[in-house]
C-alpha cells in the first residue's frame, strides 16, 4: 500500500512539472508573437523609504494597489519580429546611485546595492556625470550562475540594459524598447551582458534597427560606451574591467538570442528546476503553476518616502583618468 501511495505521488509531482512547462512555454509562445504596438503593464512605482540609504526601497504596484515583483511579474513580452521587449528601469541617465532589482526578497523591489555595508555610487568619470545612458533590466530573465556559456557562468541577475534615448527615465518606470545590440562584461569573474537598446518612442527610434547604425546616427556612442564600462571602476582604486569577445559588439540578431537564452533560464529558474546556495526569491503573483506563485506579496508598505539623504561629497566630484 505505501508503495501505491508513494507511485501516485510521484506521478502527480511528474504531471504538475510538465504541467508547469507547459504554461511557460504558452506564456512564451503567446509573448513571441506579440504585435509591434504590445503596450507596456500599467505599473505605479511606490517609494517607500529614504533615497541613497539602506532604509530605501521602490515597489511595483498595479492601479488597485497589489504589489507585485519588478523581477517576475512584468512581462518580458519579447517580439523576434520587431525585436522589442519591456525594459525595467534601474537607473536614470547622469545619476549615481547603484540602484538595482532586488532578487533576495519577496516583491523583488528596486533597492540601492550595498558594499561592505555601504550604500554604493558610480563616480563621475570625467567628462561623464554617473551612469551615460538610462539602466535597467529585462524582467522574466536570469543570467544563471550554474551553466557556464562562453566558458563563463552568469552573474545571478536579471539580464542588464542600457537605453541610449534622448529622454532621461526614472527609477521603476517599465517601457518598451527594440534591442540593437549588446556587449559581454566580465564582472568578477562572471559573464555580465550589457543590452543596448532605445524607447520606442524617442525621435531616433525608426532611424536605428541595428548596432551598426549607432556607428553612422550617432558617432562615438559605442566606443564611449565601451570605455565606460572598462574604467568607471578606477576611480575607486579598482583594476580596468575585462570584456569577452575582444570587446565587439554582437548584433541585434545574436541579441535576441541571448535574451532567449536568459527567459529559458528564469523559466527554469521560477518552476524551481534550477536551485543553488544564492538562489533568488521567486514569489509571484503571475505564473500560478510555479512553486514561488502567491495571490497576494505579503509586503507593508508601512515606511513612507521622506526626503533624500545627501550624497556623499566624493560621488559629487569629478575624476580624471589617464587610460591608453
Given at each position: 500500500m505505501s508503495y501505491f501511495f508513494k507511485l501516485m505521488k510521484n506521478q502527480t509531482s511528474t504531471k504538475s512539472s510538465a504541467l508547469a512547462r507547459l504554461s511557460l512555454t504558452a506564456q512564451h509562445l503567446h509573448l513571441s508573437r506579440c504585435s509591434s504596438t504590445s503596450t507596456t503593464p500599467d505599473i505605479i512605482p511606490i517609494n517607500q523609504g529614504t533615497k541613497y540609504t539602506a532604509d530605501y526601497a521602490n515597489y511595483a504596484t498595479t492601479p488597485n494597489g497589489k504589489i507585485v515583483s519588478y523581477f517576475h511579474d512584468i512581462a518580458l513580452n519579447l517580439n523576434k519580429d520587431t525585436r522589442e521587449a519591456n525594459m525595467v528601469v534601474e537607473i536614470p541617465r547622469w545619476t549615481n546611485a547603484k540602484f538595482e532589482i532586488n532578487t533576495k526578497t519577496a516583491g523583488n523591489p528596486i533597492v540601492q546595492d550595498i558594499k561592505n555595508?555601504?550604500?554604493?555610487?558610480?563616480?563621475n568619470l570625467f567628462p561623464h556625470h554617473g551612469y551615460?545612458?538610462?539602466?535597467g533590466a529585462?524582467?522574466?530573465t536570469w543570467e544563471d550562475p550554474t551553466t557556464k556559456h562562453h566558458g563563463l557562468f552568469g552573474d545571478n541577475d536579471p539580464l542588464d540594459v542600457c537605453e541610449i534615448g534622448s529622454k532621461i527615465l526614472s527609477t521603476g518606470d517599465v517601457k518598451r524598447v527594440k534591442v540593437?545590440?549588446?556587449i559581454a562584461l566580465i564582472d568578477d569573474g562572471e559573464l555580465d551582458w550589457k543590452v543596448i537598446v532605445i524607447n520606442v518612442n524617442d525621435p531616433l527610434f525608426k532611424n536605428v534597427n541595428d548596432i551598426d547604425d549607432l556607428d553612422e546616427k550617432c558617432p562615438g556612442l559605442l566606443d564611449t560606451t565601451r570605455q565606460w564600462f572598462r574604467d568607471y571602476k578606477l576611480a575607486d582604486g579598482k583594476p580596468q574591467n575585462d570584456f569577452a569577445f575582444n570587446g565587439e559588439y554582437k548584433n541585434a540578431s545574436e541579441t535576441i538570442e541571448i535574451i532567449e537564452q536568459c527567459h529559458k533560464s528564469w523559466q527554469q529558474l521560477i518552476n524551481g528546476e534550477t536551485k543553488t546556495d544564492k538562489t533568488p526569491?521567486?514569489?509571484?503573483?503571475?505564473?500560478?503553476?510555479?512553486?514561488g506563485f502567491t495571490d497576494t506579496i505579503s509586503v507593508s508598505l508601512n515606511n513612507p518616502s521622506r526626503a533624500n539623504a545627501a550624497?556623499?561629497?566624493?560621488?559629487e566630484a569629478n575624476y580624471f583618468i589617464k587610460t591608453s
Open positions: 555595508g555601504k550604500v554604493r555610487f558610480v563616480k551615460i545612458h538610462n539602466y529585462f524582467p522574466q540593437l545590440g549588446s526569491n521567486i514569489t509571484n503573483t503571475t505564473v500560478k503553476s510555479s512553486p550624497i556623499p561629497v566624493d560621488v
